[in-house]
């Protein structure tokens, strides 16, 4: 399962240098997301990097106004393997993990679990589907060494 998956990663910002290691954590995430929902299919992720201000032309293209505000989720229009792309903003990121005291690979790791359940079709549309997306966050987090926040108290 995940096996066929290639994620094709992209930093188009210069506000912030990507530490070392983060490339593979986002690919860890995404086949992590493809695991645990059992998508075995060949599959292709785009990741860009960006900062607020290049994150913020994509806010058109929301699905939801419940969606996490560091990460826009493109579902492909084509079809094929290409599930989509990813638009991570660094600088949100880094102003997330500030305000909850975790670090940025925790904030990268969730951005991009978030972001492949939206790929999927899965997003924070009331308060049950809400629910029920934290709760398979959380399991994802777990298996990826991440501890889920404190707003996931309870759904594990």
Known sequence: ?????????????AKFKIPSGTRMLVRRSCHA?????HYD???EIRVTFADNELLDTYSDKRVSNFEAPEVISL?????GDDLGTLVISVERILELVQVYNQPFEMGIVYAS?????NLL???YTD??????????E????????????????GLL
């Open 75 to 79: 579902p492909s229009e084509e079809d």
């Open 127 to 136: 308060k049950k589907a809400k629910d029920d997306l934290m709760l398979k």
């Open 121 to 123: 079709g899965q997003y």
């Open 138 to 153: 959380a399991q994802i987090l777990t298996k990826l060494g991440f501890a889920p926040l404190a707003s996931y108290n």
């Open 41 to 43: 299919a060949q599959a």
């Open 33 to 37: 997301v493809l695991q645990h929902e």
């Open 113 to 117: 679990v978030h972001g492949v359940l």
């Open 1 to 13: 399962m995940a096996s066929n998956l290639k994620v094709i990663i992209e930093n188009s910002q």
